[in-house]
């Protein structure tokens, strides 16, 4: 069991890939403010964030950050691994299969990965 706590229900865990201790905050990159993940724009994967699928779900490690973030079922991968071809966040979550009334969670899971740098916002096009 991670010795991060974690919400109910909630698809994704996070904790420091080393031995619990946080891992030094990016300087390059600033910390989100509280509500700033905004699903309805496009998000990505962090280039320096690697996934490994697993049959629980998948764990996300980011080089940059030395941190490890865990998605607690293939939904969420599904959603994360598809963000970058979605105008928005909640067309992925749509293409996925998760209706609208079902996205609390994951937007709430995804708001988690943007605020710990796992994923950034898309770039204009």
Same mark, same amino acid.
């Given at each position: 069991? @991670? %010795? ?5 229900? %909630?698809?994704? *865990?996070? @904790? ?8 030094? !905050?990016?300087?390059? !990159? ?8 905004? $699903?309805? !724009? ?10 490994? $699928?697993? $049959? ?7 080089? *940059?950050? !030395?941190?490890?973030?865990? &998605? ?37 899971? &995804?708001?988690? &990965?943007?605020?710990? *740098? ?8």
């Amino acid at each position: 069991m @991670s %010795d991060c706590p974690v919400l109910p229900r %909630d698809p994704v *865990g996070t @904790s420091p890939a080393h031995g619990g201790v946080p891992a030094p !905050r990016d300087a390059a !990159r600033p910390a989100l403010s509280p509500g700033a993940f905004d $699903p309805g !724009r496009g998000w990505r994967l962090h280039p320096q964030v690697a996934v490994r $699928p697993e $049959p629980f779900g998948a764990l996300l490690y980011h080089f *940059g950050t !030395r941190r490890l973030s865990f &998605l607690k079922n293939r939904t969420i991968l599904t959603v994360v691994s598809t963000l970058a071809d979605h105008p928005d966040v909640r067309s992925a979550c749509r293409a996925a299969g998760v209706a609208d009334p079902d996205q609390h969670p994951y937007l709430r899971a &995804l708001g988690v &990965l943007a605020g710990s *740098g796992m994923l950034v916002p898309q770039e204009v096009r």
